[in-house]
C-alpha cells in the first residue's frame, strides 16, 4: 500500500518568514494530493490540493509543488501569519480510493 | 458548497454505555463516507469506508461488532461505539466524497470521552 512521511514533525518560523512542508510518497499510482490545516479540537479543513498532471499551483500565500519522478510534494506558506499556526497534513490518494496521510507537521508562527 | 456536519461535537459517557455519532453531508450526496479515529498529537486513523447501502469494509484491527457503521442513505452516515469504554476516548471525525472524485470533505469531528 501507500506510504507517506512528513518533515518536519514541528517548525517554528518568525511571523512574515516563509514555511516549508515537504512529502513523499511510495505509490506511483497516486494521483491526488490534498493539503489539510487542522486547528485544535476541529476537523481538518482542505486548504490547497495538486493532481498529478500539474507541477505547482498556487492559491494566494499558499503555494504546493510537485515532483512526479522523485514522488514528492511540498507546501509553501509564504507572509505567515499567527493565524496560520496549526497542525498540516499532506495526503495522497488513487481515485476512489482512501486517503494516505502523512504525520502532521506543528507550525507555530512566531509573532 | 460541500459542508459536512457531524453531531454531537462532544459527548461523555459512562463505561458499558453505546454511543451514536452521525456525519451528515448537507450540500451534496455522498456515495462514500470515510471514518477515522485521532488521538492527541497523532495523524488520522482510517478505521473503515461505508458506501451507501451497502456494509462499510472495516481496517485492520477495527472490531466491526463494536464500531457499527451504518449508511442508510446518500447523506448521512452513523458510527455508534457500543459497550465503550475508557480507551475508546478519542477524536472521531467523519469525511464524505462523492463517487469517482478523488476529494473528500471532512467533517468538525467528534469528541468522545468514555469515564
Known amino acids: 500500500g501507500e506510504n507517506v512521511e512528513q518533515h518536519p514533525s514541528t517548525l517554528s518560523v518568525q511571523e512574515g518568514d516563509s514555511a516549508v512542508i515537504k512529502c513523499t510518497y511510495s505509490d506511483s499510482a497516486s494521483n491526488y494530493f490534498p493539503w489539510y490545516k487542522q486547528e485544535l479540537g476541529k476537523g481538518p479543513q482542505l486548504i490547497i490540493d495538486i493532481r498529478s498532471n500539474v507541477g505547482e499551483k498556487k492559491d494566494q500565500r499558499i503555494a504546493v509543488t510537485l515532483n512526479k519522478t522523485a514522488k514528492h510534494f511540498s507546501l509553501h506558506i509564504t507572509e505567515t501569519q499567527p493565524e496560520d499556526s496549526a497542525v498540516y497534513f499532506c495526503a495522497a490518494s488513487i481515485p476512489g480510493n482512501q486517503f494516505y496521510f502523512g504525520t502532521g507537521t506543528s507550525l507555530t508562527v512566531i509573532p | 458548497g460541500a459542508v459536512v456536519s457531524q453531531h454531537p461535537s462532544r459527548v461523555i459517557c459512562k463505561s458499558g454505555t453505546s454511543v451514536k455519532i452521525e456525519c451528515r453531508s448537507l450540500?451534496?450526496?455522498?456515495?462514500?463516507m470515510f471514518w477515522y479515529r485521532q488521538f492527541p498529537k497523532q495523524s488520522l486513523m482510517l478505521m473503515a469506508t461505508?458506501?451507501?447501502?451497502?456494509?462499510?469494509?472495516?481496517e485492520q484491527g477495527v472490531e466491526k461488532d463494536k464500531f457499527l457503521i451504518n449508511h442508510a442513505s446518500l447523506t448521512l452516515s452513523t458510527l455508534t461505539v457500543t459497550s465503550a469504554h475508557p480507551e475508546d476516548s478519542s477524536f472521531y471525525i467523519c469525511?464524505?466524497?462523492?463517487?469517482?472524485?478523488?476529494?473528500?470533505?471532512f467533517g468538525p469531528g467528534t469528541r468522545l470521552t468514555v469515564l
Open positions: 450540500d451534496f450526496q455522498a456515495t462514500t
Open positions: 461505508s458506501n451507501e447501502g451497502s456494509k462499510a469494509t472495516y
Open positions: 469525511s464524505a466524497a462523492v463517487r469517482a472524485s478523488n476529494e473528500q470533505f
